[in-house]
């Protein structure tokens, strides 16, 4: 019997790893809009690069085969391959969305698809009676997105799966803060899995790509006729940027999840430090489902500091990371949700899904864990203490 290679070897051994022709070891870069048609009866696997293109192909076949579906699909970001995901819904159709859905998909669901009479609700899907509660008799879609940001809460995809299904709903599941290294969505029965391949999929802050796999044929077949027919695909130099991004996938994801997990440990144990979000923190209330349904806990975490003063002076004298919006890269990136990712939310709304004003998010890059936790604790040292209550 033939061996299974294991993940990692799976992201350099695979059909691209040569090409056919040249034996050249990268995939060539196909630049052609169009193709020659060598007779005129049958024409080619080729006809025109918004169709179909031997580049943007080598990505579709590889992510589709590490997230063990039947087909893949390239856009031209991630909202693009979920914008194009959504035009499966009809008007009169319901979509129910996990609450801390991110900020472009969530702009998407409520100020574009309403206007095409897609009706929405938002749930907190960490709660499977109010997922349950929440579905209608129109919904067609369970919308998840797993670990969430901010705040890293996990949804419990089978059981999100199970209802769906026994309501004859697709699930779709954005699973960028994973990747198919940590977490394959389809294995647990969701119908699509979504992805900002900007992310760590690419992994180096220098693209913008976004991809679609499913593992049903004919679901495929829809999505494809949609890809085409919408137009958002991806040029062919992304797509070689996000290939050869993503032979590194399991070795940046592994360091940086490790170092993910010994600054959340360092974090929480620090007294200015409030709360520390992070799945792999056995405190976290979605610990033991991430253990059960993913390969790891990631390389993202959030803390809160006291207000919105301390996690300036913390930004501010911080050295190692970039202070910037998008996560998943080579260099740790800090970002503070209230004024970036989640600023468009009324301030009420935010305080009540817990993205308080001293919150930061960290994505971890593949820097020396301990000189990134030395540039944490020089940085904590100019945050002010919060001054105690006293006790009469
Ligand atoms: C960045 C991001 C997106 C959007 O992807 P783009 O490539 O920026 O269009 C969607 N979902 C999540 C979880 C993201 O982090």
């Given at each position: 019997m033939e061996r299974e290679w294991s993940f990692s070897t799976k992201l350099l051994h695979?059909?691209?790893?040569?090409?056919?022709?040249?034996?050249?070891?990268s995939v060539p870069i196909q630049h052609a809009s169009t193709f020659h048609q060598f007779d005129f009866d049958s024409f080619g696997k080729y006809d025109y690069s918004r169709s179909g293109n031997p580049t943007r192909e080598a990505l579709e076949e590889t992510i589709a085969a590490l997230e063990g579906g039947v087909r893949g699909f390239a856009f031209a970001s991630g909202m693009a391959a979920i914008s194009t995901a959504f035009l499966l819904l009809s008007r009169g159709d319901h979509v129910l969305v996990t609450e801390d859905v991110y900020g472009g998909t969530y702009r998407m669901i409520t100020e574009v698809l309403t206007r095409f009479g897609i009706e929405h609700t938002f749930v907190d899907m960490t709660d499977l009676n109010a997922v349950a509660e929440n579905i209608?008799?129109?919904?067609k879609v369970i919308y998840m997105e797993t670990p969430?940001?901010?705040?890293?809460k996990v949804t419990d995809i089978q059981g999100v799966v199970k209802l769906a299904k026994a309501h004859g709903c697709l699930t779709f599941l954005d699973n960028t803060f994973m990747t198919p290294a940590l977490q394959r969505p389809l294995d647990l029965g969701v119908d699509i899995v979504l992805h900002s391949?900007?992310?760590?999929?690419?992994?180096?802050?220098d693209v913008v790509a976004g991809l679609a796999v499913v593992k049903d044929e004919e679901l495929g077949k829809e999505l494809y006729k949609l890809q085409n027919a919408f137009g958002a695909v991806l040029g062919v130099q992304d797509a070689w940027l996000v290939l050869r991004g993503l032979k590194t996938l399991h070795v940046r994801l592994k360091q940086s999840s490790e170092s993910a997990a010994a600054i959340a440990q360092y974090l929480a144990c620090?007294?200015?430090?409030e709360e520390v979000y992070y799945?792999?923190?056995?405190?976290?209330?979605?610990h033991d489902i991430q253990r059960h349904q993913a390969d790891g806990f990631g390389a993202v975490l959030s803390f809160r500091l006291a207000d919105e003063e301390a996690a300036r002076t913390f930004v501010r004298n911080?050295?190692?990371?970039?202070?910037?919006?998008s996560l998943g890269a080579v260099e740790s990136i800090l970002s503070h949700p209230a004024k970036m990712?989640?600023?468009?939310?009324p301030k009420d709304e935010r305080l009540r899904r817990?993205?308080?004003?001293?919150l930061l998010r960290l994505s971890v890059g593949i820097e020396d864990v301990n000189d990134l936790i030395a540039d944490f604790e020089q940085a904590l040292s100019f945050v002010q203490e919060r001054p105690s209550v006293s006790t009469p």
């Open positions: 695979n059909e691209w790893k040569v090409d056919r022709h040249t034996g050249a070891v209608r008799p129109n919904t969430s940001n901010p705040l890293l391949a900007t992310k760590f999929l690419a992994g180096h802050s620090h007294p200015k430090v799945p792999g923190l056995s405190h976290h209330p979605g911080v050295r190692l990371p970039v202070f910037a919006v990712s989640h600023a468009a939310m817990g993205i308080t004003d001293g």
